[in-house]
């Protein structure tokens, strides 16, 4: 199995910053897609960040400029830089990986989410 365990969140006044880390670990092969997901209060997850195998990025428009995914592929490591952070940027971020997982001769192509961790932004 693969397991993944977020760390880094808490609050934080506005303007401030965080660092958010999702470490997998388990019987894993490779990891391709890193991704972070948010979800406030009443609204749905949404995408806020992603990286490939191949190192490109994208980011949600809200948090363009100001955050920044990075990966650590010898820790099997996704990271989340978080800086200018504002009160809308509240919500329990999730951590998603696409892992390839070997059961013996069987490899498994698994998306994985990791536990949550809650970031509070005061105003």
């Known amino acids: 199995q693969v397991q993944l365990v977020e760390s880094g969140g808490g609050l934080v006044q506005a303007g401030g910053s965080l660092r958010l880390s999702c470490a997998a670990s388990g019987t894993i ?13 009443g609204k749905q997850r949404e995408l806020v960040a992603a990286t490939t195998s191949g190192g490109s990025t994208n980011y949600a428009d809200s948090v363009k400029g100001r955050f920044t995914i990075s990966r650590d592929n010898a820790k099997n490591t996704v990271y989340l830089e978080m800086n200018s952070l504002k ?36 105003s």
């Not at 092969?29 to 209060?41: D, E, L, V």
């Not at 009160?87 to 070997?102: K, Q, S």
């Open 29 to 41: 092969f490779s990891i391709n897609n890193m991704g972070w997901y948010r979800q406030a209060p």
């Open 87 to 122: 009160p809308e940027d509240t919500a329990v971020y999730y951590c998603n990986l696409g892992v390839v997982h070997t059961a013996g001769p069987v490899y498994r192509s698994l998306q994985v989410w990791g536990q949550g961790t809650l970031v509070t932004v005061s």
